[in-house]
């Protein structure tokens, strides 16, 4: 089975992610892959400086992310550029990752995570078989954005407004878990749904 993990920025994701591959799931980041994709020199990398301009680039020749976050998020016409040149890339490495992934799982009937926080948005949901949405209370999802990004309440909120609405995630997914307690609560939620999927896959 393959699971996608996704959710608004700053709600856990990645946490969850991680406690699940505690649990022995393989797990794909599209974050990760789309590193992969922009190391110096790739032809995704350089679609992006022709569309952005030699601005995004650090003086090493590499991506500078927040460089090219701040642009795009404060610019919906930028940002649909942006998914033009990364979702399909994405996507064709993800088929290639996902597909490994399964394939060394078969033999133990483990778990294969895809964390994608734009699952939706891109599109990829046809790519696993549950999703699981992580959610969070919006003034804590807020205040864990100013202090991970180091960045004003305004900023903030644009970028997660930005984004679609966790409710919306929240009500196209399968399971869903809330991180806005304890990280005692969070691995409660975590073995609930893992017990799920596990009898899940037994009666399949």
């Known amino acids: ?48 400086v022709q569309r952005f301009g030699a601005e995004i680039l650090n003086e090493g020749g590499t991506l500078n992310r927040q460089k090219l976050a701040d642009m795009v998020f404060s610019d919906p016409v930028a940002r649909k550029d942006l998914e033009k040149v990364m979702h399909p890339a994405i996507a064709l490495l993800a088929q290639q990752r996902l597909a490994q992934a399964v394939e060394k799982q078969q033999s133990t009937g483990g778990l294969v995570v895809y964390e994608a ?35 004003d309440a305004t900023t903030a909120k644009r970028r ?7 409710h919306e995630k929240a009500r196209r997914a399968d399971y869903v878990i809330d991180n806005s307690k304890s990280i005692l609560e969070l691995q409660h939620q975590i073995d609930e749904v893992y017990r799920g999927l596990c009898l899940a896959g037994r009666r399949a």
């Open 117 to 151: 926080p734009l699952l939706y948005e891109a599109g990829a949901e046809s790519r696993v078989d549950k999703v699981l949405a992580v959610i969070v209370d919006s003034v804590v999802q807020l205040k864990r954005l100013q202090q991970r990004d180091q960045c």
């Open 160 to 166: 997660v407004d930005s984004q679609m609405s966790q």
């Open 1 to 48: 089975m393959i699971l996608g993990v996704t959710g608004g920025i700053a709600t856990g994701k990645s946490t969850v992610t991680k406690m699940l591959a505690e649990k022995g799931a393989i797990v794909v980041s599209a974050d990760e892959l789309s590193r992969q994709l922009v190391v110096p020199g790739s032809p995704v990398l350089l679609k992006l």
